[in-house]
């Protein structure tokens, strides 16, 4: 049981725009930054978007993200064949002093 | 460029010591604006951390592991280490290192190794 909460899949076809949702409580999302990974499986997990809405160098603008309360999204527009992947959202946690990770939204482009 | 790599034995005996290093490459692992931690993935599973390590030896770890866990580094090295006690087979995982940086969050991570308890 992840201690944030993503829905287990969300799908799209090219072109489209996804969203992908993640909720958390007071003490990680509504008190801290959230963060988005994703993940092509067989590889290491990839910094999509830090601070909420930031994105690293070489992290394409068509990812966007959000926070609102307790509750985060991840969206990705123009969707593209290579942005099939897992994507977990994460936030500090107060009570466990480190960070806490959702279930995992696998993304599949149709 | 900033590079972490895993390495450790790949099959571990039930109720024996998981024993992993990271090594750092492209900085220096005493640099004051960062951690080092250890996330973990089960097969098919998600992600769940480990814990993590300052240079100077400060450290947290994920209460569910309870007294299992041991992180240290060594600064002339440039690696950090974990030790898990008492592994079952529910300790079976991917198990990835990386940099968890004040400001981006977990940044940079090295490409995981599989461990096996069985």
């Known amino acids: 049981q992840s201690v944030l909460t993503q829905p287990p899949s969300a799908s799209g076809t090219p072109g489209q725009t996804v969203t992908i949702s993640c909720s958390g409580s007071?003490?990680?999302?509504?008190?801290?930054?959230v963060y988005w990974y994703q993940q092509v499986p067989g590889t290491a997990p990839k910094l999509l978007i830090y601070?909420?809405?930031q994105r690293p160098s070489g992290v394409p603008d068509r990812f966007s993200g959000s926070k609102s309360g307790t509750s985060t999204s991840l969206a990705i527009s123009g969707l593209r064949s290579e942005d099939e992947a897992d994507y977990y959202c994460?936030?500090?946690?107060?009570?466990?002093?480190?960070?806490?990770f959702g279930g995992g939204t696998k993304l599949t482009v149709l | 460029q900033l590079q972490l790599q895993e390495s450790g034995p790949g099959l571990v005996k039930p109720s024996e010591t998981l024993s992993l290093t990271c090594t750092v490459a492209g900085d220096f692992i005493s640099s004051s604006s960062q951690y080092w931690g250890w996330i973990r993935q089960p097969p098919g599973k998600g992600l769940e951390w480990i814990g993590s390590i300052f240079y100077s030896g400060s450290t947290y770890h994920n209460p569910s592991l309870k007294s299992r866990v041991t992180m240290s580094v060594d600064t002339s090295k440039n690696h950090f280490s974990l030790k898990l006690r008492s592994v079952t087979a529910a300790d079976t995982a991917v198990y990835y290192c990386a940099r968890l940086h004040y400001d981006s969050g977990l940044d940079v991570w090295g490409k995981g190794t599989t461990v096996i308890v069985s």
């Open positions: 994460s936030a500090w946690d107060d009570s466990l002093s480190g960070p806490v």
């Open positions: 007071s003490s990680n999302i509504g008190s801290n930054d």
């Open positions: 601070r909420n809405n």
